[in-house]
């Protein structure tokens, strides 16, 4: 079955991309959910030209992902963490810790947007996760968890 999604679907697509996917998870899930609607002859018309009118927008979201990319890529996060003796933490860092630090420093960044290595970090280190702005612009964020005095 061919859809159109209306918005991001992690492990599937972007917004707007013409995605094949089984009956099933089309019919059951995405378009009850409103996240995609059926790609016939007539919603393909409307794709392209809405695609076609957005092209400007969207590259002007791109530019300014890229230059929030590039601020990032020499900035180095600390995170105070409890540990014991052996440096596993109290707890875990996630993704969540990121997208509050990076909004301290005046990014406004989803928590979603942020993929770790792991779902949660648990133990003391340096680590790297992965944002993901714009389709196209994706980079790397450097954090290092520390112990907490």
């Not at 079955?1 to 599937?12: A, G, P, S, W």
């Not at 013409?18 to 009850?32: A, D, E, F, Q, S």
């Not at 406004?108 to 702005?133: C, F, N, R, W």
Request: glycine share 8%; charged share 25%.
């Amino acid at each position: 079955m061919e859809l159109i999604l209306k918005q991001d679907v992690k492990n599937l697509g972007f917004a707007n991309d013409v995605v094949k996917v089984r009956n099933g998870y089309g019919l059951n899930y995405l378009i009850p959910q409103g996240f995609a609607m059926i790609a016939n002859a007539t919603n393909k018309k409307i794709h392209a030209e809405v695609v076609k009118q957005r092209a400007h927008k969207f590259a002007k979201i791109k530019d300014d992902a890229q230059s929030i990319i590039d601020s990032l890529s020499g900035i180095v996060l600390t995170i105070p963490m409890k540990a014991g003796e052996s440096g596993k933490l109290f707890g875990s860092v996630t993704s969540q810790h990121l997208a509050d630090l990076l909004k301290k420093m005046g990014y406004t960044i989803d928590k979603k947007q942020i993929s770790m290595p792991a779902e949660h970090v648990k133990a003391l280190g340096t680590y790297s996760a992965e944002v993901v702005l714009h389709r196209d612009v994706k980079g790397p964020i450097q954090f290092e968890v520390i112990e907490q005095e």
